[in-house]
């Protein structure tokens, strides 16, 4: 999990509470031009971005390239086990964000103007995006089965309705699925960066069961297990998308590192969300992060304060007031407002990286996109 964010935002940790609105954080970031061929992004200050023209929504931009996903999806999923298809198909509604096949599109479309100067997207690159989405859903039903959550996306889950063993059956069958419509692409670089991605998901679910005795290792290995089990699928994707339209090693990095620190950033605002939604917004339980024993951002900085945390999060806040201990003492602190800085962060190394590819109403997109995640309520 490797690169300049998180080289930086891991590092400097402790101090990156200082107000982001402060001169010296509110520069304009410095255009990085490797070569003639690549390109610097409208002004970014802090985490709003400026331009003499209006930036897209990138919802909106993406939405003609999306507007069948999931009726695409649910044909991959055919199966003649009526309840088989029944379970595959419980997620795929339409009610999800569809936040990673609208990053892969948007940064297809980029990239292809970028190399060939149109935008015209490629049948293997929708597709990547569609089983980027089938191998996120099959984690979150994985996942609802270890967590024993009991709703997900404000509906029932899976698990709860169906049971635990019929779960992970389907889970593994939508992988599978998304399996097959990878191998029908055909490019061994494109498989073998995607398969990275489930090898990661699984790493990264281990990961989430252990912890760190020291507060810099434990830190190290939280936003290591973010990377793994958040960053990477939308990184990778991103990266096997370019890797259909240009041969340069250095686009495909372009588009893995912006993928990297917006997954990162997301799931950093995301465990904040944790602490400052409610549940019915959120579409999960609050505290959930807590009761299930795990310690995130904003509990990792708050331990600055609240030393005492440090053995609540060794025994997995298991010990009765462990968890309403923990949630005061994070509201407390300044643990939110840290983690929400650190994604602040990783959201500029995404403008950087971003920022290298031929202007673009799609990339232009990319770079607010970054603006909506730190700014989501949900």
């Not at 940064?107 to 049948?123: G, Y």
């Not at 991103?238 to 590192?257: G, R, T």
């Not at 708050?302 to 053995?311: G, V």
Request: glycine share 6%.
């Amino acid at each position: 999990a490797g690169g300049a964010a998180g080289a930086g935002a891991a590092g400097g940790a402790g101090g990156a509470g200082a107000c982001p609105e402060r001169a010296d954080t509110c520069r304009a970031l410095r255009p990085w031009r490797p070569r003639a061929t690549f390109y610097s992004a409208p002004r970014v200050c802090c985490c709003r971005t400026h331009s003499d023209a209006k930036l897209k929504d990138p919802f909106s931009l993406a939405q003609k390239d999306l507007i069948h996903l999931y009726e695409d999806i649910k044909k991959e999923l055919l199966v003649s086990t009526a309840e088989l298809r029944a379970l595959c198909e419980y997620y795929f509604d339409g009610k999800g964000k569809a936040l990673r096949p609208m990053i892969v599109v948007l940064m297809a479309r980029a990239c292809n103007i970028h190399s060939h100067r149109t935008a015209d997207l490629l049948p293997a690159q929708r597709s990547i995006a569609m089983i980027s989405e089938m191998i996120h859903t099959a984690s979150l039903v994985h996942d609802d089965v270890i967590d024993g959550a009991d709703t997900r996306r404000g509906k029932t889950t899976i698990n709860e309705v169906w049971g635990e063993r019929k779960a992970i059956l389907a889970g593994d069958f939508i992988l599978s699925a998304a399996s097959m419509a990878l191998a029908r692409i055909g490019n061994t670089a494109v498989v073998s960066v995607l398969t990275q991605v489930i090898e990661d998901l699984v790493r990264g679910e281990f990961m989430q069961l252990g912890s760190k005795d020291s507060e810099n290792e434990r830190f190290r290995h939280y936003l290591e297990k973010t990377f793994k089990k958040t960053a990477s699928l939308i990184a990778n994707s991103c990266k096997a998308v370019s890797i259909l339209v240009n041969s340069d090693p250095q686009v495909h990095e372009i588009a893995y590192q912006y993928g990297r620190n917006v997954g990162i950033a997301f799931q950093l605002v995301d465990d904040v969300l944790d602490f400052t939604v409610c549940a019915n917004q959120l579409g999960k339980p609050s505290g959930a992060d807590l009761k299930l024993g795990l310690a995130t951002g904003p509990v990792l900085f708050a331990c600055q304060k609240f030393p005492e945390l440090h053995a609540m999060i060794m025994r997995r806040f298991c010990s009765e007031g462990d968890v309403d201990r923990a949630w005061r003492f994070v509201l407390e602190s300044d643990g939110v407002e840290k983690t929400n800085y650190l994604a602040q962060r990783y959201c500029r190394e995404a403008i950087r990286q971003i920022s290298q590819l031929r202007p673009s109403t799609e990339r232009d997109a990319l770079i607010r996109l970054t603006e909506l995640v730190l700014t989501r309520n949900k």
